[in-house]
Nanobody
Framework: EVRLVESGGGLVQAGGSLKLSCAAS????????IGWFRQAPGKVREGIAS????????YFKGPVRGRFTISSDNAKNTVYLQMDNLKPEDTAVYYC???????????????WGEGTLVTVSS
């Protein structure tokens, strides 16, 4: 069973930065994909980005593109989400997600992290 452990959320002022981490364990194949979703209060969950050893980083279209960067440390089986120039509308619970293949599709996610809260104050 794949396990994901997130860290790095917290409170930050608008314009600031945070870096989220997602450590994965329990997977048995190298063709995996790890990514990030977020869900703001009263809104549906939306995809942010994903990364895999085979296909590299990919970003969903949306308001974070150009401000958020996904990266990975394969030796540590950890994926990061660097979030810069944060805005109050980035306030949400951020979820790490694991699947296999090329594309991160919410319905095909095999394992979810518990979520980490990011709050951006104005």
């Amino acid at each position: 069973e794949v396990r994901l452990v997130e860290s790095g959320g917290g409170l930050v002022q608008a314009g600031g930065s945070l870096k989220l981490s997602c450590a994965a364990s329990g997977f048995t194949r190298d063709d995996y994909l790890i990514g990030w979703f977020r869900q703001a209060p009263g809104k549906v969950r939306e995809g942010i980005a994903s990364i895999s050893r085979i296909y590299g980083p990919k970003y969903f279209k949306g308001p974070v593109r150009g401000r958020f960067t996904i990266s990975s440390d394969n030796a540590k089986n950890t994926v990061y989400l660097q979030m810069d120039n944060l805005k109050p509308e980035d306030t949400a619970v951020y979820y790490c997600a694991f699947t296999y293949g090329e594309h991160l599709v919410e319905d095909a996610v095999e394992s979810w992290g518990e979520g980490t809260l990011v709050t951006v104050s104005s």
